[in-house]
């Protein structure tokens, strides 16, 4: 078990490759396409989808695997080919979204838990038989006065760890996702403290748990200046932050990071990535795991309708390969503008 856990959560971090999350829930789905003017619409939902994973060139190269949500793994394209198997024909890897979303916690104001361990045992072999072969959980960390509190950082690692175990029973790779908000004045020196401290927690509570960490993936977010913060760090620093807080808490053992891309315009996403990988030689790979930061700017060309799905692709196609080449430290600003 082990072993074919390690194979494919190293697939999902092979060179020049990195995670297309399009897994939006029902809510965040439609908040998209609001933005768009479309109806969030089952069929459209197919269709966009359909759209991005029918990219065949791009997603051949640059795509290692496609976390879905649930309705999506089920959902057959308009031809009535599985939209999770039109995925494997092009050598990437089905995952799916595993968590109920992030609910209140309480006696904690301002605080989120992610739900959804009832029942994920049965949930995790249903998905297998669907074609999934990895998933994630999605924990949300927020930074403002006081918070983090312990109880918070505590009880979103314990249920990531009780996923991640469930998950490898399961034969499935669990990527971890304790997501440190970047909304609010912070500054960077404050996002890493409470980066280094969720870290920590989350890996000793994996431990705590028995997770094998070589059958794993990080989603993590980077170690930023706050979106409201006065002063915003560049590039370098970004990096060099980001680097220096893993190292001090992410095990060797584990075989890939795949970033979130939390907000940060798409190519602010890009050139962090490209930066870290071009000025350090980590124990791990360094790759992505965007939702907005490889859909934003196809969903925009798309705008709901059928004629702008070339369009659309081209922009997908675009994005996934100025990620590809931030995975290897090979992008430079040139190349947007080239394109
Ligand atoms: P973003 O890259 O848009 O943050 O989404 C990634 C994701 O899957 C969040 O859980």
Redesign the pocket.
């Known amino acids: 078990m082990t072993a074919e856990l390690a194979r494919i959560a190293e697939a999902m971090v092979a060179d020049g490759k990195g995670i297309l999350?399009a897994?939006e829930s029902s809510g965040t789905i439609k908040k998209r396409f609001d933005s768009i003017g479309a109806e969030s619409t089952e069929d459209n939902r197919r269709d966009y989808r359909e759209m991005l994973f029918r990219s065949t060139e791009a997603m051949k190269s640059y795509i290692s695997g496609v976390?879905l949500f649930d309705e999506t793994l089920r959902q057959n394209a308009k031809d009535g080919t599985p939209l999770a198997r039109i995925i494997a024909d092009t050598g990437a890897i089905p995952g799916i979204k595993a968590d109920a979303g992030a609910k209140d916690l309480a006696s904690c104001p301002g605080e989120k838990v992610t739900e959804g361990l009832d029942g994920l045992r049965e949930r995790f072999a249903e998905y297998y038989e669907l074609g999934a072969r990895f998933a994630?959980w999605?924990a949300v960390i927020t930074i403002g006065d006081h918070i983090p509190s312990r109880g918070c950082i505590e009880a979103n690692a314990h249920a990531l760890a009780r996923y991640a175990a469930l998950a490898q029973e399961a034969n499935i790779v669990p990527i971890v996702?304790p997501?440190v908000l970047m909304d609010g004045p912070h500054d960077i020196e404050r996002c890493f403290a409470v980066t280094e401290a969720t870290l920590n927690t989350v890996y000793d509570a994996l431990f705590a748990q028995r997770v094998v960490l070589e059958g794993t993936i990080l989603k993590p977010n980077m170690v930023l200046s706050g979106s409201e913060c006065q002063t915003q760090a560049g590039v370098e620093q970004v990096a060099e932050e980001t680097v220096r807080c893993f190292k001090r808490t992410v095990p060797a053992a584990v075989p890939g990071i795949c970033f979130?891309?939390?907000?940060q315009s798409d190519e602010n996403a890009t050139a962090h990535l490209s930066a870290m990988n071009a000025m350090f030689d980590p124990p791990w790979k360094l790759s992505f795991?965007?939702?907005?930061?490889l859909q934003a700017a196809p969903l925009k060309a798309w705008g709901g309708k059928a004629e702008n799905e070339a369009a659309a692709q081209a922009a997908f196609a675009h994005r996934a390969r100025m990620n590809g080449l931030a995975a290897m430290g090979q992008w430079n600003t040139g190349l947007e503008k080239a394109a």
């Open positions: 999350a897994d976390i994630k999605r996702e997501e979130l891309s939390g907000g795991s965007y939702g907005r930061a």
